[in-house]
C-alpha cells in the first residue's frame, strides 16, 4: 500500500504490440499474446482495455475488442472466441479514473482513412494538446472524445490532407506529428501488415522491444535470429517474461522502429532541441513500473534499492529495526536496511481482499481507516524503534493511521523515511497528481510533517540523491572507475518535473 | 408474429428530442422524457439507446448515457440518477443486427468543433454515402466509425471550413448537407439550446412535433399556447401519449425546424428537383409503425385496416372465417373480414414468452419451427375454410409451418391474402432487408407460392391498391366528391422502391 | 392488460415432467423438453425456474438448475451445457413476488432419504398448512423455508419414519399425504426413475398427461403407442404444442398417476368425503390459463368466448362498438360483439416494450398513470358509444384511466362489461389476491361503481352465468338434447370461493 | 504463491459473529461489522458469503443475504441497504470448490424450529458425518444438501424430538450434538438474542472472542468493560484490528460460550475421552491462517519464523543468499535467513493481476506454466546460490517451473528448503487435500525429489521440528528457565495427521 496508490497518482495507460515473424497466415495467436502482454501491464491502467487485430493482408480485416475494467473482465470469453487471431495487432490499457465509464474513451483508436484504416495506441499526454485540438477542428473537424488518441489519428490524417492517387507516407505523417508536438508519448501506430513503435524526442515515456522464441529457448543465449517466433512491444519489459519473451532493445527517445515480419528496423530519430537532454520520468523508476521491468539497462527493484541506500546515508536513524509499507517501499526498504546495518523485519500484513466495498463508511469505519487494510505484526516491532520506509507522502492521510496503529501496538518511535522527494508540482506529461493544493508538501503542516503525521521524525531523499541512484546504474554511465562518465551523461538526463519545477519543454496552454 | 420481424427486416432507428419551454432551469425533467420517448420508439430499433442532454447555457455541459439493449436495460438506475436532467436533449435507439455490440455506432454522437459540441441523432440512411465518405477522408478526416450519422457530424463541421472569429451558421451548414445528400434522413441536431429538426427533401422517413402541457389540459381541446410546458420532435407520433404530449404538426419533406424554449420555427424548406414527388417510405404505413402513429393525417391503423378492405375487393374467398397471424396483421384481418362480411376469429394464440433461448435446437425443436410460439385455437377453426391474412411473405419459410399447423389441426382450407404487395428489390434508404436472391418473390418456387408453403391459395395486395389505400386517406387529398384531389395529388408521393424497383433518386455507388 | 395482471393477482405456479420412453439412454435430450415446457407454462410464474433430471438408475444421479427470473435467464447456456440430459426429469416455474430474491425456495425441491433422493414440485396451497408445519416441527425436524413444497417433502419422509431395511412404499407415503391434507395440490414427485402425477381429491388445481410423439406424425390420427417416444406431464396442455406432444388425458381429481419408460399408469384415486363435488378453481377458466389450453374436455377460449356471450344476455348495451382491454379479454370481447350483433373493433394498442422501467416517477408520470401503456386506435371510436370488455376489475385503479383516455380521446359512451363476476374473498388455494379491503367490491365506492370509474355504466357477469358458461361445455355434462346431464353433473363442480366465500373444504387456522 | 494455493489445499470456512453490547436497538450496524469480519476471514473461503442477523426481540425477526463469490461481490450495495441491521448475526465464509455454484450450501443455514429459527455456521468437518446423516434420516428427516450445517441444525432439532409445551434447552441440545460428534467444528449458533460459540472437544479448529471498543479507546490497555460496544467472535483473531475490536480470548476446546448484550459466559466445557490430548490443526500455523492471527498466545507469523529458524538448523546450507516464494513462505524464509546468517533478498516479483484468464491455454501459454504469474529479479541472483523458502510442496508441479526460471535466468544453485514436513495423508478434519494417490511425497518420484523438481537439493522440515516450532511459543508451555513444562504440555496437543497419519479419533467410515 503506497501513498500513491491510496491517492490515486497513477500512470495514465500501457500499450503493447505484437507482430507475428515469418510465413502468414501464423500460428501464433495473436490476439492471445496481446491478452496476456496487457495483463502484465495491468498496474498502468484498470479502467478499460482494448486490443486490435489485422490479419495483414491488403485492404486488411481489423478485429476489435475492447471493454471496461481489468483485462480478464473486459474481455469476455465469448468474444475472445470471436476475435480472428490476425497475424499482428495493438494493444491498450488505460488508468482508472472516476466518473461514469466510458467505452468511447477506450483505446486503442482506429479511424478508417482514404488509404484504409489506422490504429493508435497511446501512453502520455501532449503538453500541446489544446493548441492542436484547435487546429484539427479549425480545419472543420469535430472530435469526439477528449482524449489525445484521437487527436493523434486525426492529425496523422489530417496533415498535409490526403491524395487520393499516392500511397500515403505514414511515416513522413508520423515525422509530421512528432514536430508539432514534443512530448510525451510512447505510440504504437498499425497500419495492415506494419506497427510504427514511436517515442517522443525527450523519451518521457518508456517503450521496450522483445522478441518470442519458442519458449525451451526462453533462457538460453543462443536462440538465433532464425528461431524468432514474432516481435512484440511494450511500455514495460516486465511482460515479456509472461509471453516467452526475450528482451531485445529499448525503443532510443525520438526513434520511429518499424516492425514488421520481416523484423525490427529503426526508421529515423527525431532529434530535441539543441541541448535538450532527453527526459525519461523519473517516477517509473520510484513508483510506477513493476519491479522487474528494465529501463535504460538496468533493472527498476534495483534502483529502489539504491534509493534506499542513499536514504539511509542522507538520513541514518538510531532505531532497532527496518520494515515497509508494503508492497511496493519493500526494495527500498531492504536498501535502507542492507546499508544501515540494522535487521530488516515485517511490521505490517496486507489484507489482500480489502478492495472496493459497497459498504457506506460509518464514523466507525472512517475512524479505522487505512488502517483496516492491515495487520500489526506486533511481536516484530512491540518495544522497538521501528524506521519505515515509504516511497512517498502525497497528502499525508495515508501513513498518519498506519503510525498510528504501529505506536499504539507498542513500536516506541516511528520514523518515517522517504525513498523520494517531496512532491510539488503538477504532472502535464500522464501522470494523474492532486492539485497543488492537496500535495502536502505545498500545504503549512510540511513545516511540522512529522507532527503531523505522528512521526518520531519524517525525512525524504533529496533530488540529486534520488538522481544519483537512477544514473548511477546505468550501464553506459558507467566509467571504468566506476564514476559516472560525463561524456554519456550528456545524453542521460530524467524528467523531475513533479519534484522541482522544471519541465523539459516550455508549457503551452 | 409477421413474416418482417421472423425474417429480420426492419426500420434502423428512431429519433426523440425534447425541449422545455419557459424559464430554465425547468421542472420538466427532460431526461425522463426523452427516456419514456424511446421507450415507445422501442419497435424501430432494439440494438442500443443513447441520449444526450444540454444545460442550454453558452457554452453548454452536454450530458450522455449510451448503452446495448432495450432502453430499461441500456440505462441502468444508478447511470439516469447520475444525469443532469438538462433543459433540453436528443435521443436515438438503433435497430439490432448481429455480431459483436459496438458501443461506439449507438447514437446520439457528439463532436467537439471549433465553436462547441453539435449532437447528432439520425434516422435513414443515406444514399450516397461511400461518395460523402470519401469526399470528408479526402480532406483529411478519419472516420472511427461506419455509422452515417458521424459521417453527418463531420460533414457539419468541414463545410466550409471553420473560422474561429465568426460564430458558425448551423443552418448554413444543414442547408448545405442537404444539397450534397438527398435522402434518406430525418435528423435532430442540437447545438447548445437549439434542436434542428431536419427531413430530406424527399421526406422518406417521418418527423413529427407535439407539445407537452400539462396532464390535466392533455385531451382538451382548449390547452393553449400559453400553457406548454415544452416540445417534443419524435421519429412517430405514438411516443406523444406516453410523455403527455398533444400531436402539433409533421415536419415537411425538406423543411428545416427550429426548436427552442421560444416554440417551434420553421426556418426554411429545401426543394426536391423540379418534378420530382415526395417519396415517403410506404412500409411505414404497411409494417413498421405503431398503428397509433399518424403520417400524412392519418392514423396508421386505418390505413391497415383499408389495405385489408382493398385486398377483400382485389382477391375474394369462399371461405367461412378471417383471422390473422397476431399481432401486427389483425387490422388489416379485421378490414378484410368487414369488407367480406366472413366473421372474424382468432386462431392462433402466441406465446409471449417464447424470445431468444439459449437452447441449442436440435432435430426435434427443429421440425416444430416457428409453430412452437403459437397455440391453435382449435375450436374457432376446425373443421371450417380459413382465410389467414398476413402483412407480407418475406422468405416464405415463416408462414409456411403456421399453415401445416392449422391444416393438421383441422382447418380444411387455408387462404393465404397478403395485404402488401411482393417484394422484390433491395432498399438503399434505411431499411433492412434479405438479399434479391433471398426474397421469395424473385426465386422460382414463386410461380407455384401457394404450393411451396402449403396453401390452398396466395393473393398478394397490388401496388396500386395499396397506392390507393394510403393515399386515398391523406385529408388533403380528399376533394369534397371522396375523390382525389388532383392538384393536391401533386405533392403527395410515396416510395415503393421495394416493391417495383422505381427508387426516389438515382442510386451512385 | 388484465385488472389481474395490474393488480398482482396471479397464478402460484407451473409444473412439467417428461420421462423418455423406450430404450434408455434416451436420445430425447430430456432436459431440453423441460426448459421449452416451462417457458410455455411461464405465464404461471416469473420469479424464478429450477429442472431436476435424474438418469434413472439406481442409485441415481440427480442434476438441478435452478435460477431467478424468467426460464431462459434463469438457465444461462453455460449451466444448460452442464446438466446431463437425463432420463426423466420435473420442472417448475414459480409466481413473482415482490422482496429480496430467494434462490432458496425455489423449485423443485429435492431431499435425500433413507432410501435416497426424492424430487418435489408443487402446484396450489396447502389449506392446513399451518398445522402440517408444527407437526412436523414436533417431530424435531427444522423447516428451511416457508414453502408448501419443503413441507411435502418432509412430509414424505416422516410418516412412518423410516425403516432401513425395507424398501419404501412411496404411494403408501403419497397417499398417507393426501388423507392429511384434502386441497390444494397438483404435484410432481420424482423417485429414481418414476414420476408419480397426483392431483389432489378436489382437483383444485390443473394437471394433463402428453404424449411426445415423432414431430412428424404430431398432427396424425394415426401416431400408435409404440410410436411413443415419452410421456411429458404440465399444468397445462398449452406446452404440448410446443415440444411437439400430443394432448393425452388430464390426471382426475384425488387421482395418483405413476409415469414411467413403460408407460401412464393410473395407480389410485383418493376421494373426497362423502358428498363433496370436486372444485376445480373457476379463475383458470376466467384468468389464469392460456387460451389454447384444454381443461375438462374444453378449451379455454371458447369458454371465455362463451362468458362474453353470457354477458352480451345477461347485459345487453345500447352501443355503437365492442372492444377489448387488449389481450386477455379478448375472446371474452368477441363473444359479446358475435351474440350482441354490434361489430367488434379495436380502441387500444398496447406497447409492448413498456416493462418495469427504473425511472422514478414524478408528479407527471403518476398523472399519465397506466394510459402510457396504450394508445388509442381513436378513427374507431371517436364519436361512438363503446363497450369495452374486460375480464375483471379488482382494484379499479386500472381500468379508470383507460376509460378517461377513451373519453377525452372522443367516445361518447363507456360501458365496462366484466366477464366474470366481482371478486370478495381471499383465495387460501394457490392464488395471490389482495386483501378484503383492497378490493373494489366490498368498498364503499362499489355502490356507485360506474361513477367511481368514470364509465356510462358497469355491469358484471353473474356467478350462474359464469358457472353455466363454464359447465354448459364440458362435453360429459352435454346430454344429447344439449342439457346438462344431471347425473354427470354430480361429478363436477367448481371452485368459486373469491366469488361467493364457500370454500371446498373448512378453513383450519 | 505458496503450493498450497496453487494445488487446491484450503480451508474449509471462516464464521464470524456479533452482539451489540448496551441498550438496543443498537447503534452498532451490525451488519456491517459483520461484512467486515468476514472480509478479513475471506482467505478462508471465497466460494460464497452469508450472514444473518436478528433484531433479537421474541419472536425475532432474521434478515438473511447470501451470495456467490467474494464477500464485496456476494453482498450488493441494494441488497445491503434493504438489511435491516439488526442487534446481533452470525455470518459465513465457504471454501472454493468447483463445479456448478450452489447458493443452497452457502451458510449461515437457518431453520425455522418448534420453538423459533436458529442459524447455524459452520467451520470443520464433522467425522462420523455419514453416520448421523443416516440416523437423521431413520428419524424421517429428509436433507436438502451436502453439508454438515445442514445435519448440525437438523440434529439439534430432532434430539430429542421436541415439545410444544416447555421452553427448549438449546445448550442441552447443544451439549448432546457434542456427544454425537467428537470433531471438528467451531459452530456459531444464533437463537433469538444470544449467540452459543463453540469449538469441538479437540479443539481442532480455532475461534477466538472480541470486544469492540470505541475506536479512540481501540489501542490503550485502559478500556475498561464498561466501554464496550459489542462482543464479536471469529475464526481467527486478524479480523478484529478491521472492526475495531480489541482481542478477548480464545473459545477452549470443548467449551461453550454464550454471547448476549450482558456479556461473554463460558457456559461448559464438554471433555474429550480420558487420556486424550487436544488436537489444533498444525496447518493453521503452517499455512492456512493469516499471520497476524493469534493462537494459543501466540501469533502465526512468529511461529512461522520459528519453522525457518528450526530449518536453517535441521537443514543448513552453503550458499549465498536466502529468499521466499511469495507471499505466505516470507516469514519462514527471513527467520531461515536470521538463524543462518545468510543474507535475504527476493527474487521473485509476483503479478497480482493474474488471476483466473478466460484464455484457453495454447501449448506455449501450457509450457509457459506458473513461471507467467512472476518476474525474476535478476539482479539479486544471478551467478549465485539461492535457498529458497517455500511452505509445501504438494504435488511438485508448482515449484519446478519457478526453479528452472530462477536457474535459466542465472542462479547457480537452487536449494529448496520446505518450512513444514512431506504431506502424505488425507485430512478427514475440514482441510481440502489432494488424493493420497497426488501427493507426491507418496510417489515413486519422491524417491529423487530434486532431480524430479530440478533443485540442487530438497530438505523439509521435520514432525519434530515442527511440533518444536509450534509448541516452543505458547506462553503457557514455557518454563521460567524457557524449557517447555512438563504439566503443561499434558494439555497440548496438535494434530498432525496429515504428515503421520495418527488422527485425534478413530475414524468411523
Redesign the interface.
Known sequence: MSEFEESGIGEECGVFGCVAAGEWPTQ??VA?VL??GL??L??RGQESAGIVTSNGVNPPTYNT?KGMG???NA???E??L?LRYGNLGIGHTRYSTTG?SE??NCQP??????HGK?AVAHNGELVNAAAL??KV????????T?SDS?LI??L?????????LDAPDWVARIKNLMHETPTSYSLLVMYTDVIYAIRDPYGNRPLSIGRLVP??K???AGAGEGETEGWVVSSES?SF????AKYYREVMPGEIVQISKHGVKSLSIVPRPEGDLPAFCIFEYVYFA????IFEGQ?V??VRQRCGRQLAIEAPTEADVVSTVPESA??AA?GYA?QSGL????VL?K?????????QP?T??R??GV??????????FTGKRVVLVDDSIVRGNTISPII??L???GATEVHIRVASPPIRFPCYMGINIPTKEELIANRPEFEDIAGYIGATSVRYLSVEGLLSAVQGGIPSLQGKDGRINTNASRRVGHCTACLTGKYPVELEW
Chains 1, 2, 3, 4 share one sequence.
Not at 241 to 244: T, W
Not at 290 to 293: E, T
Open positions: 501464433l495467436e492471445k491478452t496476456l495483463v502484465a495491468q498496474h475488442l481489468l483485462v480478464n474481455f469476455p470469453p468474444n475472445l470471436k461514469i467505452l468511447q483508436f482506429v479511424v478508417d482513412t482514404l489506422i485540438r484547435k477542428m479549425r480545419h472543420g473537424v469535430g472530435l469526439s477528449s484521437e489519428t486525426q496523422l490524417a489530417l496533415t498535409p490532407p490526403m491524395e487520393e519458449i525451451s526462453l533462457h538460453t516486465c517474461q509472461s509471453i516467452g513493476r519491479p522487474d521491468s533493472m527493484y534495483t519493500t526494495p531492504l542492507q535487521p530488516y523485519v515485517e500484513c489484507n489482500r481482499y480489502v478492495g472496493r466495498t459497497f459498504i460509518n466507525r469505519l475512524q479505522l488502517a483496516k487494510k492491515f495487520g500489526a505484526l506486533t511481536d516484530n498510528k496503529l505506536k499504539e501496538a
